[in-house]
């Protein structure tokens, strides 16, 4: 976290973020603010899907928010999607 000045930038940038519920942004700052490290992915099935695709030809990510919403609403109306 401290590399790059990641624990800075990120305590920063979660004040641009709209939060739901509102108490979401306290809770992030905490465990940002007061952990030595943290993962972005927490492996677990409640944790909120990283909605990234990676290009296996030539490296390059895709996440457009077209595709953030589309897979939330999938979610929402399934409960979990898998991908793989």
């Known amino acids: 976290m401290e590399a790059g000045d990641l624990r800075r930038r990120a305590l920063e940038e979660i004040r641009n973020v709209r939060w739901?519920?509102?108490?979401?942004?306290?809770r992030?700052?905490?465990?940002?603010?007061?952990?030595?490290?943290?993962?972005?992915?927490?492996?677990r099935s409640w944790g909120v899907p990283i909605?990234?695709?990676?290009?296996?030809?030539?490296?390059?990510?895709y996440a457009p928010?077209?595709?953030?919403e589309k897979?939330?609403?999938r979610v929402e109306r399934e409960g979990r999607i898998s991908l793989v």
């Open 65 to 68: 928010p077209e595709l953030f």
């Open 51 to 61: 909605t990234v695709l990676l290009c296996e030809a030539c490296g390059e990510s």
């Open 20 to 26: 739901i519920p509102g108490w979401g942004s306290d």
């Open 71 to 73: 897979i939330a609403a």
């Open 28 to 43: 992030i700052t905490g465990m940002i603010a007061h952990r030595p490290d943290w993962c972005i992915s927490r492996q």
